[in-house]
């Protein structure tokens, strides 16, 4: 009875030494989360905090947590300008379509070619992966949309860059890894189509995916600039970044060119309007994240695996 005694005493304590050790890594591992969590969204905050600090303790380092010299003035003169509001209306039009025919575009291509029975399904995998690494370049695409119609249109901005190879290639996968072969057997037995099977079997199933590839979609077009700066010339469809782009180059270019005090009162906007203007394009499309967020590891994992 003792050996069997000592033998349970050395066990227990052998378990005892491993929850503690166990205790220790989950204490290491969350100081190590907060801890990068701080470096992460430090950037972020001390934007927040200049946007309403004055810039001269900005530029002296005298900003670290909360503001000095508190003013709105950035905003105020921001504000000011009434296109800020057009580029607001048009930036949410191009991000909410361009949005839905991306999706549209992206997953139905993912889902042909994630479908073992797609005659040439292997050179039009070849022919999208293509693309990625070779293109026509600028001028002929300018070219392109030219010819089509679609320059200086509301169409420029959605519908010719819609289509997203590598958000093809992440959906292709999401559907081979967790899409089962098993249920087109079976609707196919029920009398299912290829169209309805998709619409409602699997979209249902794909909403991980779908949320995850909406989110990549909307940022890249609420963040989008370039385009609109070759193929618009109306100011009335110029999206809120390139209106954004131009109110600061402008009142650069003001604080430059002026003299004594007025010049001193321009430079000072400029400067608070730089982290003003950060604010005012970021925070709309940070608030679309906790919607989405549920979705977003889940589907980015399933999604990423090779096949």
């Not at 105020?76 to 991000?95: A, D, K, Q, S, V």
């Not at 993912?110 to 999208?128: C, E, N, P, T």
């Not at 650069?252 to 604010?279: D, K």
Request: net charge positive; with cysteine; proline share 4%.
């Amino acid at each position: 009875m003792g050996v069997v005694e000592a033998a349970v005493n050395k066990n227990m304590r052998k378990v005892k030494n491993s929850r503690s050790s166990d205790t220790v890594m989950e204490i290491a591992m969350y100081v190590f989360a907060v801890i990068f969590l701080v470096i992460l969204m430090y950037p972020l905050f001390f934007i927040i905090i200049a946007s309403f600090s004055d810039p001269s303790a900005v530029a002296n380092g005298q900003v670290w947590l909360f503001p000095k010299g508190f003013t709105l003035d950035g905003y105020r003169e921001l504000l000011r300008h009434e296109n800020i509001w057009i580029g607001y209306r048009n930036t949410i039009l191009y991000t909410v379509v361009g949005t839905a025919i991306g999706l549209i575009v992206n997953i139905s291509a993912a889902y042909a070619l994630s479908r073992k029975d797609l005659v040439g399904r292997k050179f039009l995998s070849l022919f999208f992966i293509f693309t990625m690494f070779f293109n026509g370049g600028l001028i002929p695409t300018f070219l392109t949309v030219r010819d089509f119609h679609l320059y200086d249109t509301f169409l420029v901005m959605v519908l010719p860059f819609s289509v997203i190879v590598y958000d093809i290639i992440v959906a292709r996968t999401f559907f081979q890894s967790s899409i089962p072969g098993d249920l087109w057997e079976a609707a196919q037995i029920d009398g299912c189509g290829n169209l309805r099977y998709f619409v409602q079997v699997v979209l249902p199933l794909s909403k991980a995916i779908i949320a995850v590839l909406g989110l990549w979609i909307a940022v890249g077009y609420w963040n989008s600039y370039f385009n609109a700066l070759i193929y618009l010339k109306n100011p009335d469809l110029y999206p809120l970044q390139l209106i954004l782009r131009n109110i600061l180059i402008t009142n650069q270019m003001q604080s430059s060119m002026g003299t004594g005090e007025a010049a001193q009162i321009a430079l000072r906007l400029a400067n608070l309007m730089r982290y003003s203007v950060i604010i005012v394009a970021t925070v709309p499309i940070l608030c679309m994240y906790p919607f989405v967020q549920k979705y977003f590891n889940q589907g980015v994992m399933i999604g990423a695996v090779k096949e």
